[in-house]
């Protein structure tokens, strides 16, 4: 999977002990206005016109763990483990779990990565904090992308095994959820139309009966479970969650103890095979795009499992055919596949073009300062390329695509893609 292809902006923190639900949710709607910005004028970045129109690629074809609540009324039965003694006041009618023992972090600014990381290990009794966290994965104020594969390495280096997924059902997030595992996924957040980011959030419990999620987020505040007690999550209707998951091929992170190893891949399976998912959530895009013809997030998702599948050809195609539909002005924000497609298909000048657009539009990151590299690189501006890599490092010195094009450079071999 391209470490590139999936990252997470993370919006704004109420450094204040709150006391009120009322008062949380003015903070934080204060919060939300100060923290967007507007969309470039004229031109929506995610959705500027294809050079050419496309044809369609998508026929069909010993430490502890967070204590838990069985909500009332038949509660699903699991099929590993029970999970741990429940300590959680929340208890709704309808079939459900929630889990206790989370410490909840309202985020500080662009931190809802660490914030949310921070409340995963929590669970498993860590006393690490956003700060901590923040202060190893975002290295500049600004910094708007902390993707799942740094906040899996993060942990990992804590001593936690994390994996990274993609194409998750809600069946599977039932199971883990009963088995005492919060789960960590990256979603849309779009509380204005037309105004959306990407938003992590740490999966808590569901209750099937009313139809939603228990999540615990470091930056909403709608929805609350107990408005005026201790904090125990926000509620996530079951269709509005998934609408908001699949914007990020529906990414989910397992993170846990190493003791909890045998557990978790008798819930998830071991890894499978990069190939074999990517073709998973390919055929998972091409029954949603054959659904809804007008689907964007479907032909963009199904772009990156085509990119990671080796087909750039296709890839390109796809991510046409989404942003000729129209995509969200801040969605390559976050997700890099077109330029990473584009550019393997010597579109150059389209790269160029993308790059410079989504950077105008208050994306100031390493991945988009890479590719434009990459492309006027490759139309002959070498001064112009080192320029942009240079900038990339002053946001991310480690970055280690834009060390390797330096490198090659040097080298006087050119530059090539680095994954």
């Known amino acids: 999977m391209n470490s590139s292809t999936l990252r997470a902006v993370t919006p704004l923190y109420l450094a204040l002990t709150l006391t009120s639900a009322t008062l949380v949710v003015l903070v934080l709607a204060a919060g939300l206005a100060m923290r967007r910005s507007a ?5 929506d970045v995610a959705s500027l016109p294809p050079t050419f129109t496309p044809t369609s690629t998508l026929a069909p074809t010993s430490t502890p763990g967070p204590t838990s609540t069985p909500i009332p009324a038949s509660t699903p039965t699991p099929t590993i483990t029970p999970a741990p003694t429940a300590t959680s006041d929340f208890a709704p009618a309808g079939k459900g779990i929630a889990l206790g023992g989370i410490t909840h972090a309202w985020q500080t600014w662009n931190n809802c990565g660490p914030a949310t990381l ?22 500049h104020e600004d910094d708007k992308n902390v993707g799942p594969h740094e906040l899996a390495a993060y942990a990992r280096e804590q001593g936690y095994r994390a994996q990274v997924r993609i194409n998750g059902t809600a069946d599977l997030l039932r199971l883990l959820l009963s088995n005492g595992t919060p789960v960590l996924v990256e979603t849309w957040h779009e509380a204005e ?3 959306g980011l990407g938003h992590y959030r740490l999966l808590t419990g569901y209750d099937d009966a009313a139809g939603y999620w228990i999540a615990y987020d ?57 190939a074999e998912s990517w073709q998973a959530a390919l055929e998972t895009a091409r029954m ?11 032909r963009f998702n199904a772009g990156n499992a085509l990119l990671a599948l080796g087909r750039s050809g296709d890839a390109a195609t796809a991510f046409d055919e ?19 497609a584009y550019y393997a298909q010597g579109r150059y000048a389209d790269v160029a073009e993308l790059a410079r657009t989504t950077i105008g539009s208050g994306a100031d990151i390493e991945e988009l300062h890479y590719w434009l590299g990459m492309a006027i690189s490759a139309q002959g501006d ?3 390329a080192t320029s942009a890599w240079q900038h990339a490092l002053s946001l991310n010195p480690g970055y280690a695509p834009v060390l390797d094009a330096l490198t090659a450079y ?3 071999a050119g530059a090539t893609v680095t994954d």
């Open 118 to 139: 921070s409340m995963l290990l929590s669970a498993y009794g860590s006393t690490l904090d956003q700060a901590t966290i923040g202060a190893v994965l975002r290295l």
């Open 410 to 412: 040097a080298d006087g």
């Open 218 to 274: 470091s930056y909403d505040a709608a929805n609350l479970i107990a408005p005026d007690g201790p904090y125990q999550g926000i509620r996530l209707p079951y269709a509005a969650f998934d609408a908001d998951w699949r914007v990020f091929n529906r990414t989910y992170l397992l993170i846990y103890p190493p003791e909890r190893e045998a557990l978790l891949t008798a819930m998830a399976g071991p890894p499978a095979p990069e």
């Open 288 to 298: 949603e795009a054959a659904a809804q013809p007008n689907d964007a997030f479907a």
């Open 322 to 340: 989404a942003r000729s539909l129209g995509l969200p002005w801040r969605m390559l924000w976050y997700q890099f596949g077109p330029l990473e």
């Open 382 to 384: 070498a001064a112009g």
């Open 193 to 195: 139309p037309g105004d």
């Open 39 to 43: 969309p470039p004028a004229g031109a």
